[in-house]
Nanobody
Framework: QVQLVESGGGLVQAGGSLRLSCASS????????INWYRQAPGKQREFVAS?????LTNYADSVKGRFTISRDNAKVYLQMNSLKPEDTAVYYC???????????WGQGTQVTVSS
């Protein structure tokens, strides 16, 4: 079992920055990758960024050059710069476990970007 807790969301003006955090606990040694997804009202959840246990990173085209994912021990961060109103969503942190491929999710944190 893995537990994930997101924090750092809030309200920011367009062009501003936020840093989201994802704290993991439990069987963290089994985590293969940490993923950030987001879901806007009325839309499907979409991939934002991921970082593997080997620190390989991947980004959605819509956030490349603006968002940076990084890790520090048991926390993974999503630095979001040059935010746009279309970045408004609930951001979820997810962990993918090695071997089983099982996924665990946090409760989400709201990010609202005003124009």
């Amino acid at each position: 079992q893995v537990q994930l807790v997101e924090s750092g969301g809030g309200l920011v003006q367009a062009g501003g920055s936020l840093r989201l955090s994802c704290a993991s606990s439990g069987s963290t040694s089994r985590i293969f990758a940490i993923n950030w997804y987001r879901q806007a009202p009325g839309k499907q959840r979409e991939f934002v960024a991921s970082i593997s246990s080997e620190d390989l990173t991947n980004y959605a085209d819509s956030v490349k050059g603006r968002f940076t994912i990084s890790r520090d021990n048991a926390k993974v961060y999503l630095q979001m710069n040059s935010l746009k109103p279309e970045d408004t969503a609930v951001y979820y942190c997810g962990a993918t476990l090695r071997y089983s491929g099982a996924s665990y999710w946090g409760q989400g944190t709201q990010v609202t970007v005003s124009s």
